[in-house]
């Protein structure tokens, strides 16, 4: 054999290397490749797979005799005709087969280990079975150096199969890291709300508290009966925002209640100049909605009403289902809200929750026509079934 000179033997070393790093980079971005051009994702792996095993085969054309004289005798690109539509035709069948095989769904139902056998043994078994036609042809209708040909295609298609179970191996690694960080991000956000939710729940209107226990003082005096009332109310409210076992729900049911709670403590203390009612659907006690939501607004509607005007001031709670929203309004005869709101704590704290637990799932609207009004509207419906 007469090997070639010193500077088609380098032509021939830089081009395949430059083959060898171009089919590698395509096996590294196999699943990333052509996914804006084209949506088919079978016909998308096809094109990559033809153009990986075109590179592969370029990369390995310093073992091929014929590649050398090829070049030496400057018909380079017949000889790769030649030889390469066979090969384009053994991966694409090779692929085609792994691809389908895989899919089934026997074959993804199998653990990790046995579904890489079975993917392994079958690009095997397809390698060395396109061997036989392509010697057959190849060598024009007879068999040639068939077992040379068989052990190749072994060796070729076992070199595939573990190329292609390792970056599964990596693949998979990858998403369990992944699946563990979303994991951890996800019980963070969880910790988070959790500890915003607690925060919005333990505080308690210092300004209600401290009058309260100025109107018991005041009432022991005075009163005893309606000091004893007001004490009991005022040891309810507070049970209830602090025994709430690691639930950031309330039924519509006990919320209205505790807001009631909260009412009588102000009923007793400003008597006849404060009235109020309740009213609710039938079939929206059970629905949850986060605790401590109505008593902060019909707060905010006593300390404008009242206690800036000081006249009698009127408080309507309502809660109602239509269709699938639960409607909560609180209405009264206060003065109207400005043109600007700015809202305080109060009213902050119930966006705060709804944020945390119905995020874009609720509405709240302040209106002074047709009367002044605060409504909620919770559009994702929550029943306590253990209740009902």
């Known amino acids: 054999m ?20 171009f089919g590698l980079y395509l096996l590294t971005r196999f699943n990333s490749l052509f996914t804006r051009m084209i949506k088919i994702e079978w016909l998308r792996k096809n094109i990559v797979v033809w153009m990986i095993a075109i590179s592969m085969g370029l990369a390995i054309s310093p073992t091929n005799r014929e590649m050398f004289e090829a070049v030496k005798n400057g018909n380079f690109v017949q000889i790769f005709i030649i030889e390469y539509w066979a090969f384009t035709i053994m991966s694409l069948f090779v692929f085609n087969t792994t691809y389908f095989i895989s899919r089934l769904k026997w074959v993804q139902g199998k653990s990790f280990r046995n579904r ?54 990596v693949n998979l690694e990858r998403e369990k890291k992944l699946s563990e960080k979303e994991l951890e991000v996800s019980k963070l956000l969880q910790l988070k709300s959790k500890a915003e939710l607690d925060a919005l729940h ?36 507070f049970r209830y925002s602090i025994n709430y076992s690691n639930n950031n729900f309330a039924t519509v049911n006990d919320e209205v209640t505790m807001t009631e709670v909260y009412l009588q403590i102000e009923k007793i203390r400003f008597e006849d100049n404060l009235n109020y009612s309740v009213s609710i659907d039938q079939h929206a006690g059970y629905y949850l909605v986060p605790r401590f939501i109505l008593q902060p607004l019909v707060e905010n509607a006593v300390k404008h009403g009242l206690k800036q ?33 700015m ?15 119905f995020p ?25 079934e253990a209740t009902v």
């Open 2 to 21: 007469k090997y070639p000179n010193f500077g088609i033997l380098l032509f021939i070393i830089l081009f395949s290397s430059g083959m060898l790093v």
């Open 116 to 169: 890489m056998f079975i993917v392994l043994s079958t690009i095997i078994i397809c390698t060395m079975l396109t061997g036989v036609p392509v010697n057959y042809f190849g060598n024009g209708g007879s068999f040639k150096g068939l077992e040379l040909t068989l052990l190749f295609n072994f060796y070729t298609g076992s070199m595939c199969g573990f190329i292609y179970v390792a970056m599964s191996y």
């Open 202 to 237: 333990s505080k308690v209107n210092p300004h209600f508290l401290y009058n309260a226990l100025n109107s018991i003082a005041d009432l022991s005096v005075t009163d005893g009966r309606k000091a004893r009332q007001m004490t009991i109310a005022l040891a309810d409210l």
């Open 309 to 341: 005007t000081g006249k009698m001031t009127e408080i309507k709670l309502e809660v109602k289902r239509e269709n699938n929203t639960l409607v909560l309004n609180i209405a009264d005869n206060g003065p109207l809200f400005p043109d600007q709101l």
């Open 343 to 357: 809202p305080g704590y109060g009213v902050k704290s119930v966006f705060d929750k709804l944020d945390l637990l």
């Open 360 to 384: 874009n799932s609720y509405e709240i609207f302040f209106r002074n026509e047709p009367y002044k009004e605060v409504s909620i509207r919770i559009h994702k419906l929550i029943k306590n």
